[in-house]
Structures are given as structure tokens and as C-alpha cells.
């Protein structure tokens, strides 16, 4: 943390490789320092060059007189890794490559790359990069802005990071548009060193950072994303643009769902939603007050309620009956919410209808519409006088007008609209949608952080060693599925237990293994693909003596042909569910749940978590699973043994991360009864050797290396 601090805190900065060339990256970069009034010392660097903006240059970065704490490296790729040497004879602790040609670069710029990243790591620099954009430090002891990116940001409370470099510019001009103030703004690049979550856990202690917004198009350590946006999401909202081929599933989502992040999908959707967290206070709940000027726009307003599930409640009959005083007339509709006061509107009877709104206890948040007015300044002026006599958040929606109006800003000691202002969007929708977005993080807030529970009956020391003779003595090919035996063994090695069964080649052992378990038994294809199809007939269940064996063992063959079959005593009834453990190549461990059988395959996709799974995340995904009422009861259905359930999802995760050699568990089915539940078939699959070595190495890289983490077994997860 002490190297983020001196990257976006420096006293003196050397840009090397600063151009006299107006439009090059080196001399953009250097006339962006000077012209963002650096409270410190910058230094041009350039072999053949005395002078740079009629700034001294020095020809060499061994000659600059002052101890540099900050390098921004601009020149060409073959020679950034002679500059990184000098940076150590130096001891220059942090550096920024601009450059590009590394990780984008073909063989010759991958292998530029990992000399770079191994002068950086064995001095201890910190390096970001390559082919970053920079960064920018608003505060104004520091007013660095280290960047080439065309756009000044106004100084502000929001921590922002892109991995696009073309994007960077982008980013900064929507955020001055959109009168979001930044506190530092860091574009990544290749992030070989400083990454993603570096600058998460930076603005998780940084005063002056209280929202975070990142573009991001891959993850690094999922693991360690996922613990510091838990942490940092209690108090700063963590927004995400998502892009790219690993936000192209729902592992991302299921990331996102258990710590707190809020997911966009625009850039607009992005600087809408940060509006409104940098600015007004977060939501009590979903009930919307809609005050405004235009009918036309409050329908609207109201649709776009209801689409993102917020309520637009009625109002008591008091409360619409001062309402009716304040508006003129005795008829304010069926509701009196929304409140149109027409397009000539009253600024004193707007202002008063808003505080009645906010004040009757009815709503969570105003939502004001104001469409062309020859007194528009005085509506803002009302409108700004609500929001700061009330601790629910306000929003405006000045027809076409994104940003933060003159009427609606409370400046801040920098000028920028500070918090308490009131933001404005150019649609009702789009002002529903950030609400509807802030209302789901303060429910995510509210609801209890959740645990990871203590669990008797595991023994890791054993799992863990026979993963390890099992992967040694090759007993299955790599990536397989163990042998029945393992897989039970696994699976008590943290309380499981899986029904018995047996696997028989024909009919007379059946026969035999039902008379040994016990009649009724069901009869079933030991195929994988059909061994819970009832659908097809590849199972035959309640098979009471061994004229209905017979049949049942013609029934199965005929439905999918030849096939060894598993004959199992007849399991208590209960509701059919699939538990699934793997390792997401974006995410890393997901666990998942849905109903089991053919019709529940085609309903939906199953609804997955990260680990560590806490008590919180398990009756939360058995609360959202597609047809979840089965579970949980209701419509006449009893209520199965969710707490049984709910344990299973916490021993399977516990084996996953006990064992990180396993890639696959899967039981299908899990009966979950009223009391208890039946685990009928598992299955575990290891890693192939390679990657099953970084798993118990417990690294995980993203991008050229940065992200990275080195965790293992259990404790480190948590």
C-alpha cells in the first residue's frame, strides 16, 4: 500500500522520454502535468532534447539531481527495460510504462514483458503497466495528472479504474459531463504488476474515495476480488462496467451477487448510477415519490418504476387531501403519486408537494420531472431545498439534461458539486434504473454479512492426502471422474454420505444386489447422461420383487440400450435437486443449485455463488432458485429441510476448497426430504496435473501476471 500511495502521491516525477513533439504520448503527458498545476517537481527526460515546454531536460534519468519517486515511461518498448535498470540504480520505487508492444506485442513483446516484470519485482518497484494511460490524483496537495488521456476530471469523492486504455479518455470526459467529481483515476493497462485489486484495497482506506467505479474485462484473483469488494462494499459502493468474453456467462454475476458489487451494462448506465451514489444518500427501501411538471412524463416515470421493481405507493387519504389543498383542486387522482402540477407549475406549490412527499413516510426516494419552464431555476432551487431538509435520496430528471444543474449543485471546497447536490438525467428510465440499482446494494447492505460456519465431522488432513495418492498413482486419466469408492471416501471425509447402490452387468446380479438391499429398489442406466432421465424411461423406480426387476431391466434396455445399471434400495421421497461444484476459468470455485429432472433442465440456468460460502450466501441461493416454492413451501406445498440442504452446499464447498485439486463435484440427484436429504449419485473429477498444481499452489494470474495471489486450503480463502 505504501507503493500505491507514492504512485498516486509523488513529490517528483521524471517523464522519460518527454518529446518536444506536440500530439506524442511523452510530450502530451509532460505538458498534462504542468498544466494540472503538480504541486511537486516534474522532470523531462529526453537524449536528445535540452528543453521540453522550455522546461530544462535532462538526457539521461541518472542525471536528474532530485530523488525521483515517481517514473512515467514513454519510450519505445525495446528500451523500457533499460530505463527500468536505471530506475533501480536510482531507487526509483514506482514507474508507469505508457508504452505499448508488451503483452500485445506477439512473442518478441511477450518476452520484453517478462523481463520487465522480473527487473520490477526483484527491485521491489511498482510498476504499472505496460501500456497503461496513467493516473490522476484530484487532491489538491497533489494535483497529479500523469496521463495522456484527452479530458480533466473535477475533483471529487470517486475512485475510478479502466483496463482500456482506449477507453480512458472516454471515461474522464463522461465523468466531467456528468459533473461526477474523481478523486484518482488509474488506467491499468497490461497490469503486470499494480492491479485491480492493489487499488481496491488503496481506496478501501482512502478518505477521500467514497464510491468506486472500474471498467473491467477480465478479473486477476477472483478470490481476492471477491474478499475486498465484500469488505469495501459495506461503506463504498463498488459500480462495474462489465466487457468481455468473462462477463459472457453468469460466473460474473454470481461473483457480483455475493459481495455487494453493482453490475451495469453501459458506460451511461455507469456514470448515471455513480451520480447518484457520489451525491445522495442511499434508499431505506424501493417506494418512489414522483413530483413533476409534465403527465406524459410521469407516466413514464411510472413504467420505468414497475420494469426495474420499484413501487410507486399510494398515499394515505390525509395525506392526498393537503395535497389537494396545495395543488389548487380536490381531485388528485387515485393516488395522488404521481403529482403532476402541470407545465406552467407554482415553484412554491412544487416545493410544497415535495415536502409533503418526502415527508408523509409513504416513499424512500422523490423523483422530480421537470420539463421547460420560464421559472426553472426556482423549481431546481425547491428541488434542492428537499433534498437537504430530508435524508432520502432526491433525483431530477431535467428532460435531455445529464449532469448536475447550477440550481441542483451544493459546491464543495473545490468548487465540484458536492454530496447533498442533486443529480439530474435526461430521462425518467434512466434516473429509475441508478435507483433501482442503489436500492439493491442497501438491501445488500441491510441483510446480516453472514458466516461460514463451523462443521463437525470433516477431516481435511485425510481428503487432502488421498486427492494427492489418488492424482499420484493414476488410477483414473486426468479430468475423469473418480471411481465410485474415492468419491464416497471424499465425500465422509466432511460428512456425506452417498445412497448405496450397486453396479451390476446383468440381470441376475440385480436380482441379487435387490435381495441383499432390500425390496423396493430402483433400477437405473449407469450412463452419466441418463441416469436421472425418468422421462426416457432409463430409470425404473419402486421395483417391488424380481418379476418386476425382470421388466424393469427389459424397460431400461429398450429405452437407451446396452449399459452396465446400478440397483439402489428405494430412497425417501423428497424434492429433487442438483448440487454442483467447479472451477470457472473466469471466477474460479462456483457452487451451484437448481431443481433436478428433465422439466427443471429446460427452465432456467442454476443459480450459483462464490466461495467462501457464508450461511447468508446458502439461503440466499436456495431462496432464488427457479421453482425455489418446493423448497421453501407455500401453495400448498410443504416445506422440505432447508437447513439439511443448506449444510450440504457447505460441505460440498468446504471439500472444494479443502481440496483444491477438485475441478468437478456433482450430485444429481439430492433429494431434499422433510427431513434430511439423500445424496443418490455423486461424482468428483481432479484436475489434470498442470493446472491441478497452480490449484494447490493456490495462484490464480490475470492479465500478464497482475491479480495475483498466492493462497491455500481453507484459511486463505476466507
Known amino acids: 500500500m505504501r507503493g500505491i500511495d507514492r504512485l498516486l502521491h509523488p513529490r517528483v516525477v521524471a517523464v522519460v522520454g518527454a518529446s518536444r513533439e506536440p500530439g506524442t504520448v511523452g510530450h502530451e503527458v509532460f505538458r498534462r502535468l504542468l498544466a494540472s498545476g503538480f504541486t511537486g517537481t516534474v522532470h523531462p527526460v529526453n537524449a536528445a532534447a535540452r528543453h521540453v515546454a522550455s522546461v530544462y531536460a535532462y538526457q539521461d534519468l541518472a542525471d ?240 420505468a418504476c414497475h420494469s426495474y421493481g420499484l413501487q410507486v405507493p399510494t398515499l394515505s387519504a390525509p395525506t392526498r387531501e393537503v395535497l389537494a389543498e396545495i395543488i389548487g383542486h380536490g381531485d388528485t387522482g387515485d393516488t395522488g403519486n404521481p403529482v403532476d402540477l402541470g407545465p406552467l407549475a407554482d415553484p412554491d406549490r412544487f416545493e410544497a408537494a415535495l415536502r409533503l412527499m418526502a415527508g408523509s413516510g409513504a416513499v424512500d426516494a422523490l423523483l422530480a420531472l421537470v420539463t421547460p419552464h420560464a421559472e426553472v431555476d426556482r423549481l431546481g432551487a425547491a428541488v434542492l431545498a428537499v433534498s437537504r431538509a430530508y435524508a432520502l435520496p432526491v433525483l431530477a430528471s431535467y428532460l435531455g439534461h445529464d449532469g448536475v444543474p447550477a440550481p441542483l449543485a451544493v459546491p464543495d471546497a473545490a468548487g465540484s458539486p458536492g454530496r447533498g447536490s442533486v443529480p439530474s438525467y435526461s430521462s425518467p428510465e434512466s434516473a429509475a434504473l441508478a435507483l433501482s440499482r442503489a436500492a439493491d446494494h442497501a438491501a445488500w447492505r441491510a441483510r446480516e454479512q453472514g458466516r ?77 447422461r441418463f441416469r436421472s432421465r425418468l422421462d426416457v424411461g432409463a430409470v425404473q423406480l419402486g421395483v417391488g420383487d424380481a418379476a418386476e426387476l425382470a421388466t424393469a431391466w427389459e424397460a431400461v434396455r429398450a429405452a437407451v440400450g446396452p449399459g452396465d445399471m446400478l440397483v439402489q434400495p428405494m430412497a425417501p421421497s423428497g424434492v429433487s435437486t442438483v448440487v454442483r461444484m467447479h472451477q470457472d476459468p473466469r471466477v474460479g470455485p462456483l457452487v451451484s443449485l437448481r431443481l433436478g429432472g428433465a422439466v427443471a433442465d429446460l427452465l432456467a440456468d442454476p443459480v450459483a455463488r462464490t466461495l467462501p460460502l457464508t450461511d447468508t450466501d446458502a439461503a440466499d441461493l436456495i431462496a432464488t432458485v427457479r421453482g425455489s416454492v418446493l423448497l421453501l413451501g407455500g401453495s400448498g406445498a410443504p416445506a422440505a429441510d432447508t437447513d439439511a440442504l443448506a449444510d450440504l452446499l457447505h460441505r460440498v464447498t468446504r471439500l472444494a476448497e479443502e481440496v483444491p485439486q477438485i475441478t468437478e463435484i456433482l450430485l444429481d440427484p439430492v433429494l431434499v426430504g422433510r427431513r434430511g436429504v439423500v445424496v443418490l449419485h455423486a461424482g468428483i473429477r481432479l484436475a489434470p496435473p498442470p493446472a491441478a498444481a497452480a490449484a494447490v499452489a493456490g495462484t490464480t494470474t490475470g492479465g500478464a501476471g497482475g491479480d495475483t495471489e498466492s493462497t491455500t486450503g481453507v484459511e486463505a480463502a476466507r
Open 452 to 528: 461460514v460456519p463451523a462443521l463437525d465431522g470433516v477431516a481435511a488432513d485425510h481428503a487432502r492426502a488421498l486427492a494427492v495418492r489418488v492424482a499420484a498413482d493414476q488410477v483414473v486419466p486426468a479430468g475423469t471422474w473418480l471411481p465410485e469408492p474415492v468419491v464416497h471416501a471424499l465425500l465422509a471425509d466432511v460428512g456425506l454420505q452417498v445412497w448405496p447402490s450397486t453396479r451390476v452387468a446383468d440381470a441376475d446380479a440385480a436380482l441379487a444386489a435387490a435381495r441383499r438391499g432390500g425390496w423396493p429398489v430402483a433400477i437405473k442406466i449407469a450412463d452419466e
Open 64 to 303: 536528474v539531481p532530485d530523488r525521483v519517486d515517481l517514473a512515467v515511461i514513454a519510450v519505445p518498448a525495446p528500451g523500457v527495460a533499460a530505463v527500468l535498470r536505471t530506475c533501480v540504480a536510482q531507487g526509483v520505487p514506482t514507474a508507469i510504462v505508457l508504452s505499448s508492444g508488451f503483452a500485445d506485442g506477439g512473442p518478441a513483446g511477450q518476452a520484453r514483458l517478462a523481463e520487465v516484470i522480473q527487473i520490477a519485482r526483484e527491485a521491489g518497484i511498482r510498476l504499472l503497466g505496460p501500456n497503461a494511460m496513467g493516473v490522476i490524483n484530484t487532491a489538491p496537495t497533489s494535483r497529479l495528472h500523469a496521463t495522456f488521456a484527452v479530458g480533466t476530471p473535477l475533483p471529487g469523492r470517486v475512485g475510478a479504474l479502466t483496463q482500456s486504455g482506449a477507453l480512458a479518455g472516454t471515461f474522464l470526459t463522461d465523468a466531467a459531463r456528468r459533473a461526477v467529481g474523481i478523486s484518482t483515476f488509474v488506467s491499468a493497462g497490461d497490469r503486470s504488476d499494480v492491479s485491480t485489486n492493489d487499488l481496491l484495497e488503496y481506496w478501501q482506506t482512502d478518505p477521500r474515495t467514497e464510491v468506486v467505479l472500474l471498467h473491467l474485462q477480465s478479473f486477476g484473483n477472483p478470490r481476492r476480488f471477491a474478499r475486498i469488494t465484500r469488505r469495501l462494499g459495506r461503506t463504498k459502493p463498488v459500480v462495474v462496467l462489465k466487457s468481455g468474453q468473462d462477463f459472457s456467462s453468469g460466473a460474473a454475476d454470481a461473483l457480483f451477487a455475493g459481495t455487494g458489487v453493482i453490475r451495469v451494462d453501459t458506460l451511461n448506465q455507469l456514470f448515471d448510477t455513480a451520480a447518484l451514489l457520489a451525491h445522495q444518500p442511499l434508499p431505506a427501501g424501493r417506494r418512489v415519490g414522483v413530483v413533476g411538471t409534465s403527465s406524459a412524463l410521469a407516466a413514464l416515470a411510472i413504467d
